[in-house]
């Protein structure tokens, strides 16, 4: 075909992809066609099929204004069916040839056995090897990984290099894929020329993978990974695009023996994403123990939402105590999560998972209603019962539907709103979005108390404070830590005369000042020197069932044995 026959002919099967995505009801099998048709034009080149799927999945929906889970999932299975018809009918077509030459064979069994030899060795070059660069692919990859592990073991060691393009993705959409094709095609010879005495492969899109045979040691892999990124980070030039590129690399390095080639490719692919994720145009080498870690942290994100279901949850709660007399005025609640294979995990185990997933918006909406509904217990059992305080995570702070979250929840338990005091850390308020502090100005209106918690450890902007709606500071514990020693030293007194400068600050807009972290006497008495209001930490109390804050009830800290105060 001419290349205007050829474009007519395309946009025709293009016509009837489209066609068929919107026809109801949905089937599939006209993609089978369309991919026997592209082999009975002749598009029977490696290449086609893929850059045939390439531009449709890219460009298809868009373009005819389709979009969605079920727009997608019809061009996913159409695309499916011509990637099959396009292989049988190959399959078929090459069959055809096959037994084409072996009839041939019958008349010039010389000539037919030059041609069979060429064509075998055509389809192995091209089944073991990519179209585009011409760089073993993934086939030859994986033989060759395979063929290492089905070797002696003994002593062996091997390494893996697995090199991702930082930002190909955006040339490849402001320059065009001629041109993302052009730059892959030099960076594979770059590679090729800086270690081409490894296996060098790409194994799809801007992906290539080095194999390191008989490693001595992790460094000879480094060496690899870093002459690599040398090569590829230099300017190229492409039809007059002047380009640079950098890539970022994972680096597996370790004994044949006791590992598989599948667990090797899974550790290269998580430390290339520790690159990627450090900043990029660097490698990141294989860490065991870290990725322990993150099985774990991605095992307790998968079981979070089935733990707040099935009520592993619960709440503790610690005293926030008044310096002058000793008298709880407040507990803060604090989660907990009863885990049914690792035990209780404190909420530093979990929180940072519950925000990074969004689940701390529901998390802590349980323990908001939880508290609530203790606090209203206490108080019908004792009319001078404690408030409660709860801890609202950024996310929640910015919820569109606090207000209306907390109101509804105290309208439903019958808590009074000066029974209920929010702590807000100093980021979640501090921003440059009026969201937050107008629905807290509205809670404030109604009564409920405001805290920021972990005061000093954040902005610690006065200046913006005194505009907020807040009741009280709590000073984090690191400035508390300071009082440790009943004979004070240099950084002893400085810690003292930053809390007395916080606490007279707070006093003077208005504010009530508790100190965290208290666990010594000593402490207790020097800030109850300089003038701070209450207090809490392991000296008053540690965090407890509520049971053990029912039993305490109108009583001074001093007078029970629960939450009985270490020795000075």
Same mark, same amino acid.
């Given at each position: 075909?001419?290349?205007?026959?050829?474009?007519?002919?395309?946009?025709?099967?293009?016509?009837?992809?489209?066609?068929?995505?919107?026809?109801?009801?949905?089937?599939?099998?006209?993609?089978?066609?369309?991919?026997?048709?592209?082999?009975?034009?002749?598009?029977?080149?490696?290449?086609?099929?893929?850059?045939?799927?390439?531009?449709?999945?890219?460009?298809?929906?868009?373009?005819?204004?389709?979009?969605?889970?079920?727009?997608?999932?019809?061009?996913?299975?159409?695309?499916?069916?011509?990637?099959?018809?396009?292989?049988?009918?190959?399959?078929?077509?090459?069959?055809?040839?096959?037994?084409?030459?072996?009839?041939?064979?019958?008349?010039?069994?010389?000539?037919?056995?030059?041609?069979?030899?060429?064509?075998?060795?055509?389809?192995?070059?091209?089944?073991?090897?990519?179209?585009?660069?011409?760089?073993?692919?993934?086939?030859?990859?994986?033989?060759?990984?395979?063929?290492?592990?089905?070797?002696?073991?003994?002593?062996?060691?091997?390494?893996?290099?697995?090199?991702?393009?930082?930002?190909?993705?955006?040339?490849?959409?402001?320059?065009?894929?001629?041109?993302?094709?052009?730059?892959?095609?030099?960076?594979?010879?770059?590679?090729?020329?800086?270690?081409?005495?490894?296996?060098?492969?790409?194994?799809?899109?801007?992906?290539? =993978?080095?194999?390191?045979?008989?490693? *001595?040691?992790?460094? /000879? $892999?480094? #060496?690899? &990974? +870093?002459?690599? !990124?040398?090569?590829?980070?230099?300017?190229?030039?492409?039809?007059?695009?002047?380009?640079?590129?950098?890539?970022?690399?994972?680096? =597996?390095?370790?004994?044949?023996?006791? *590992?598989?080639?599948? /667990? $090797?490719? #899974?550790? &290269? +692919?998580?430390? !290339?994403?520790?690159?990627?994720?450090?900043?990029?145009?660097?490698?990141?080498?294989?860490?065991?123990?870290?990725?322990?870690?993150?099985?774990?942290?991605?095992?307790?994100?998968?079981?979070?939402?089935?733990?707040?279901?099935?009520?592993?949850?619960? !709440?503790?709660?610690?005293?926030?105590?008044?310096?002058?007399?000793?008298?709880?005025?407040?507990?803060?609640?604090?989660?907990?999560?009863?885990?049914?294979?690792?035990?209780?995990?404190?909420?530093?185990?979990?929180?940072?998972?519950?925000?990074?997933?969004?689940?701390?918006?529901?998390?802590?909406?349980?323990?908001?209603?939880?508290?609530?509904?203790?606090?209203?217990?206490?108080?019908?059992?004792?009319?001078?019962?404690?408030?409660?305080?709860?801890?609202?995570?950024?996310?929640?702070?910015?919820?569109?539907?606090?207000?209306?979250?907390?109101?509804?929840?105290?309208?439903?338990?019958?808590?009074?709103?000066?029974?209920?005091?929010?702590?807000?850390?100093?980021?979640?308020?501090?921003?440059?979005?009026?969201?937050?502090?107008?629905?807290?100005?509205?809670?404030?209106?109604?009564?409920?108390?405001?805290?920021?918690?972990?005061?000093?450890?954040?902005?610690?902007?006065?200046?913006?404070?005194?505009?907020?709606?807040?009741?009280?500071?709590?000073?984090?514990?690191?400035?508390?830590?300071?009082?440790?020693?009943?004979?004070?030293?240099?950084?002893?007194?400085?810690?003292?005369?930053?809390?007395?400068?916080?606490?007279?600050?707070?006093?003077?807009?208005?504010?009530?000042?508790?100190?965290?972290?208290?666990?010594?006497?000593?402490?207790?008495?020097?800030?109850?020197?300089?003038?701070?209001?209450?207090?809490?930490?392991?000296?008053?109390?540690?965090?407890?069932?509520?049971?053990?804050?029912?039993?305490?009830?109108?009583?001074?800290?001093?007078?029970?044995?629960?939450?009985?105060?270490?020795?000075?």
């Amino acid at each position: 075909m001419t290349q205007t026959e050829l474009e007519a002919y395309l946009g025709g099967l293009t016509d009837r992809l489209a066609e068929a995505l919107r026809a109801e009801p949905f089937h599939p099998r006209a993609g089978y066609q369309i991919g026997v048709d592209l082999i009975d034009a002749h598009i029977a080149a490696p290449e086609g099929l893929g850059r045939t799927v390439e531009v449709i999945d890219l460009r298809l929906l868009r373009d005819l204004g389709m979009s969605g889970a079920d727009a997608r999932d019809r061009l996913s299975r159409l695309l499916g069916t011509v990637a099959t018809g396009y292989t049988r009918a190959l399959r078929d077509r090459t069959l055809d040839e096959q037994e084409s030459i072996r009839r041939a064979a019958m008349v010039a069994r010389q000539q037919a056995e030059t041609a069979l030899r060429e064509s075998e060795a055509r389809f192995r070059h091209q089944a073991t090897h990519d179209p585009l660069t011409g760089l073993p692919n993934r086939t030859l990859f994986t033989q060759s990984l395979d063929a290492v592990f089905a070797g002696p073991h003994r002593d062996r060691r091997l390494g893996v290099c697995f090199v991702d393009l930082d930002g190909f993705k955006m040339i490849n959409d402001a320059l065009g894929h001629q041109i993302g094709d052009r730059l892959l095609v030099s960076v594979a010879d770059r590679l090729h020329r800086a270690v081409g005495g490894h296996l060098v492969a790409r194994l799809g899109g801007d992906e290539f =993978v080095i194999l390191v045979e008989d490693s *001595t040691c992790t460094e /000879d $892999v480094v #060496r690899v &990974a +870093d002459a690599a !990124l040398r090569a590829i980070a230099g300017p190229a030039i492409v039809e007059g695009h002047e380009l640079t590129v950098s890539a970022s690399a994972g680096i =597996v390095e370790r004994p044949v023996a006791g *590992t598989t080639a599948g /667990d $090797v490719m #899974r550790a &290269a +692919d998580v430390t !290339l994403h520790w690159a990627k994720d450090a900043g990029k145009g660097r490698w990141s080498l294989f860490d065991p123990v870290r990725n322990e870690e993150e099985i774990t942290r991605y095992a307790l994100s998968a079981a979070m939402p089935a733990a707040i279901d099935h009520g592993q949850f619960y !709440l503790d709660y610690q005293p926030l105590v008044s310096l002058s007399d000793e008298r709880i005025l407040g507990v803060e609640a604090l989660v907990r999560w009863r885990h049914p294979e690792t035990g209780i995990l404190r909420p530093d185990k979990f929180i940072g998972l519950a925000e990074e997933t969004g689940l701390i918006v529901r998390l802590g909406g349980w323990a908001l209603a939880e508290a609530c509904r203790e606090a209203r217990r206490w108080l019908d059992l004792d009319p001078g019962a404690p408030f409660v305080s709860v801890n609202l995570a950024v996310r929640q702070v910015h919820d569109p539907g606090l207000v209306d979250e907390v109101l509804a929840l105290l309208d439903h338990t019958g808590l009074p709103p000066g029974r209920l005091q929010l702590e807000i850390t100093e980021s979640a308020l501090m921003s440059n979005s009026a969201g937050p502090v107008r629905a807290l100005r509205t809670l404030y209106d109604r009564g409920i108390r405001i805290a920021i918690d972990d005061f000093g450890t954040g902005y610690s902007n006065l200046a913006y404070l005194r505009t907020l709606p807040v009741h009280e500071l709590k000073i984090a514990g690191s400035f508390v830590e300071g009082l440790r020693r009943p004979y004070p030293d240099l950084a002893t007194a400085t810690d003292e005369r930053i809390l007395t400068t916080l606490v007279s600050l707070a006093h003077t807009l208005g504010l009530t000042v508790t100190a965290e972290g208290v666990e010594t006497a000593w402490q207790a008495e020097r800030l109850r020197a300089i003038g701070c209001d209450t207090a809490q930490g392991y000296l008053f109390g540690r965090p407890g069932p509520a049971d053990d804050i029912t039993a305490r009830l109108g009583r001074p800290v001093g007078t029970t044995a629960v939450g009985s105060r270490p020795t000075p």
